[in-house]
């Protein structure tokens, strides 16, 4: 059944053309037929029929002349985005074929832009096309007449050049695009900024790389932009594609490990720095694998952040260190989550179904997180964070000193506590820098009312200079390495024991 709003089916052009044919050619053969069987027919009937049929073929003329007469109008429509104005993802593969004869060089730079659906969801969807347009205009008017812009779809661009040193002016216009890009762009009222990830590849003189080749190196080289931490340009190299090789052999390792329970533990104790006492533990996750080889979790963690499979790990060190945890009353647990934990809606209602499961306090619990958590997801990190907050659980901010939170950032997400950097930390005996800015950034943390961790101490100099300079607590090998949950049972049992007068004598064998 057609529906009562159905439209009566279009003809399109050419299908008229065809139509007239048809109808043009059955009058001729009406019409010699009927001469050849003239005695049935008076002389007139098929003169009419001649004049009717040469009628059709010139209207049909009219026609063809009229779908050829315009070529270009006909071919803007197949290859220009009508959103931005600009080629489409057609044009390019057609460009880009046309270029790769290898009779010069040519580039390629492909722009994605960043936190472009958050504002589409925030601010819905005809904001998001004024915002995709503005960004066209950009990047044609940061392109000019050197390079040719398209829009692929969705946030995604491209920008190609062609001719001698077509790659480094194409990568000087991209700074120059990420430069413009850091201001505010109007769209619909609003200013709005949006950032973008670039990938650029190119085919040198002579070298005839396939269309299709350059544009895999560009994406490969955009996505490695998008993990560097964005707002970035990275040229496409061919260490990209082993890196890929390796990620994907430790994704699927990852995947078997889940259900294989090769995820295991370790716990490192963080001290009082005045009483020595333990405070707290961090939570360090290890894969234990099959064949014995050892991968850090600096190695494995990003693999899993990139395919989503750190959702369901960190589920798993969270509830884990939690049922852990539990023994060791008075000491606060600290859980790393990362970034992409962050940014997945339903992480903080799975913190509360955990937090209720395990009955362990919430004020206990301490979640570290670093800049990038932030950075690249403001809007949704505070959100998170706020329902994170009202549990009564703590954030701390991990690794400060590797980035460049600014005083304003310290202030909007109001951390419980900062952990100063091991670079900053092992640097500082012989950089006055470091040592200014341990010193500078404890005076700054009391100020804002947060605690101060310094990791990664693992002399005595150092204690004593965070130490003087005010740390709260310290982490690092002078004082514990990472150790299993059965040796923090044991020294949480010397330490209870100790703090009720029951010293016993060999608790500071595993002081280092
Ligand atoms: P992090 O959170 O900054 O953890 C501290 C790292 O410094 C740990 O490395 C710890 O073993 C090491 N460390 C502590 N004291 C010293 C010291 O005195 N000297 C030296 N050289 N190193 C010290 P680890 O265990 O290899 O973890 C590395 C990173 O992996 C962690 O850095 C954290 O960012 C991430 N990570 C570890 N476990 C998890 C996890 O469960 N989830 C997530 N998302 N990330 C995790
Ligand atoms: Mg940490
Ligand atoms: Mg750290």
């Known amino acids: 059944m057609v529906p009562k709003s159905a439209k009566p089916p279009r003809l399109t052009h050419l299908g008229r053309v065809w139509l007239l044919l048809g109808v043009a050619g059955l009058l001729s053969a009406l019409a010699g037929m009927l001469v050849v069987v003239g005695e049935l027919v008076t002389r007139s009937a098929p003169a009419l029929l001649f004049a ?102 969705g946030d995604e661009f491209a920008a190609v050049m062609a001719g001698h040193a077509a790659g480094t002016i194409l990568e000087g216009m991209c700074r120059m695009l990420l430069e413009r890009l850091a201001a505010p762009l109007s769209a619909g009222g609003h200013e709005l900024v949006v950032g973008a990830s670039i990938g650029l590849a190119r085919s040198r003189k002579g070298d005839r790389c396939p269309s299709s080749e350059l544009l895999r190196r560009a994406d490969v080289a955009m996505y490695m932009s998008k993990r560097g931490g964005k707002m970035r340009c990275t040229w496409f190299n061919p260490a990209f594609d082993e890196r890929r090789e390796m990620v994907r052999g430790i994704e699927d390792d990852l995947r078997r490990s889940l259900d294989a329970e090769e995820f295991g533990l370790l716990y490192q104790p963080l001290i009082d720095a005045g009483s020595g006492r333990i405070v707290a533990v961090e939570a360090l996750l290890r894969w234990h694998r099959p064949d014995g080889r050892e991968i850090g979790p600096t190695t494995f963690v990003p693999v899993a952040e990139e395919t989503g499979l750190i959702n369901q790990i960190g589920v798993w060190v969270l509830e884990q260190a939690m049922r852990d945890a539990q023994r060791w009353e008075g000491i606060t647990l600290s859980v790393n989550i990362s970034a992409a934990q962050l940014r997945n809606p339903e992480f903080p209602i799975k913190l509360g179904e955990l937090l209720e499961q395990t009955g362990f306090p919430p004020e206990r619990l301490e979640l570290e997180i670093t800049e990038t958590c932030l950075v690249l997801d403001p809007v949704v990190a505070e959100r998170s964070l706020a329902m994170i907050r009202a549990f009564g659980v703590h954030i701390s901010l991990d690794d400060f000193g590797t980035g460049y939170a600014s005083i304003g950032f310290l202030r909007q997400f109001r951390f419980h506590k900062l952990k100063l950097d091991r670079s900053l930390i092992s640097t500082a005996s012989r950089d006055d820098g470091s040592r200014a800015m341990i010193i500078s950034s404890i005076a700054m943390a009391r100020a804002l009312d947060m605690e101060v961790t310094a990791e990664g101490v693992e002399t005595r100099e150092q204690a004593d200079l965070v130490r003087t300079a005010g740390a709260d607590h310290i982490q690092g090998w002078l004082f514990y390495r990472p150790l299993p949950a059965a040796e923090i049972d044991r020294l949480y049992a010397d330490q209870t024991a100790q703090e009720i007068g029951l010293h016993r004598p060999d608790t500071k064998d595993r002081v280092a």
Not at 71 to 98: F, K, Q, V
Not at 119 to 125: A, E, K
Request: proline fraction near 2%.
């Open 52 to 153: 009717a049929s040469l009628a059709l073929y010139s209207a049909l003329l009219v026609m063809l002349a009229r779908a050829f007469a315009q070529p270009g109008e006909r071919a803007i429509d197949r290859t220009t985005d009508p959103l931005s104005s600009l080629a489409n993802r057609r044009a390019l593969h057609e460009d880009l074929a046309r270029h790769s004869r290898g009779r010069e060089e040519v580039a390629i730079a492909l722009i994605d832009l960043d936190g472009f659906k958050a504002i589409n969801d925030h601010f819905g969807h005809s904001v998001g096309d004024m915002l995709l347009k503005s960004c066209a205009a950009l990047l044609r008017d940061t392109c000019g007449e050197e390079a040719k812009c398209y829009r692929l779809g």
